[in-house]
């Protein structure tokens, strides 16, 4: 069945660094969504790429989808302590999601 | 408005007993999801409903788990002989089909202990 890789698995930054997180699949996808999951907490949607080489930015993060629509990052510029929890991809088959493992961002404030 | 509900918020049984999991979705989302969630992993698919049928059932890991949503709205999540490798978190997702609001939104959980 379709897999979504995801690296890193674990990142530790200083609060104002910067982070990325990368999905790659072996298949093409149609779309990809982006999810975040702080500790204790549930999946949130943060946004959907569904173009070839789309760029989406939503204040300090930044979303892409790679040429081939097989790869996406999540970048996170000058992180703060409430962007601390896991990020997922998750990769749209029909309907259900099929979701990456997932970087826990863990940050030093 | 209320989001996604889920009862009960944690479950301990024991090895060899049937649990009953419920979802309660947003009200007018079609759409009906279910995911079990291991410790570091992400959600990994189970069922999903589309207003009372099961559209798609793949993920179900074998036939001790059985999924019902008898009336298109509360969805409840079945178990029979638990066992230890059943627990996890089970979340589950409703969400709006035929709009252009692509998210699933999920709800709290229900964290399952089998002994």
């Known amino acids: 069945g379709q897999q979504v890789m995801q690296i890193p698995q674990y990142q530790h930054v200083q609060e104002g660094e910067d982070f990325t997180t990368y999905c790659n699949s072996s298949?093409?996808?149609?779309?990809i969504q982006w999810y975040k999951q702080r500790p204790g907490g549930h999946p949130v949607f943060l946004i959907q790429?569904?173009?070839?080489?789309e760029v989406k930015k939503q204040k300090r993060l930044t979303f892409q989808f790679g040429e081939a629509k097989k790869n996406s990052s999540l970048h996170i510029t000058a992180t703060q302590t409430t962007d601390v929890g896991t990020y997922f991809c998750?990769?749209?088959?029909?309907?259900?999601?099929?979701f990456g493992q997932g970087t826990r961002l863990t940050i030093n404030p | 408005g209320a989001g996604v509900s889920q009862t009960p918020s944690n479950k301990v049984t024991e090895k060899g007993k049937y649990v009953e999991l419920r979802c309660d979705p947003i009200?007018?989302?079609?759409?009906l999801y279910w995911y079990r969630q291991s410790l570091g992993q992400g959600p990994e698919f189970l069922i999903y409903?589309?207003?009372?049928?099961?559209?798609?059932d793949s993920g179900l890991p074998n036939d001790r788990f059985f999924a019902v949503r008898p009336e298109g709205s509360v969805s409840t999540l079945k178990i029979q002989r638990t066992e230890r490798g059943d627990s996890a978190v089970y979340l589950c997702?409703?969400?709006?089909?035929?709009?252009?609001?692509?998210?699933?939104?999920f709800g709290p959980g229900t964290r399952l202990t089998v002994t």
């Open positions: 997702a409703s969400s709006l089909i035929g709009t252009s609001s692509p998210e699933q939104y």
């Open positions: 298949t093409t996808l149609s779309n």
């Open positions: 790429l569904v173009k070839s080489g």
């Open positions: 998750a990769a749209q088959g029909a309907q259900k999601l099929v």
């Open positions: 009200s007018g989302h079609t759409a």
């Open positions: 409903f589309q207003g009372t049928g099961a559209a798609d």
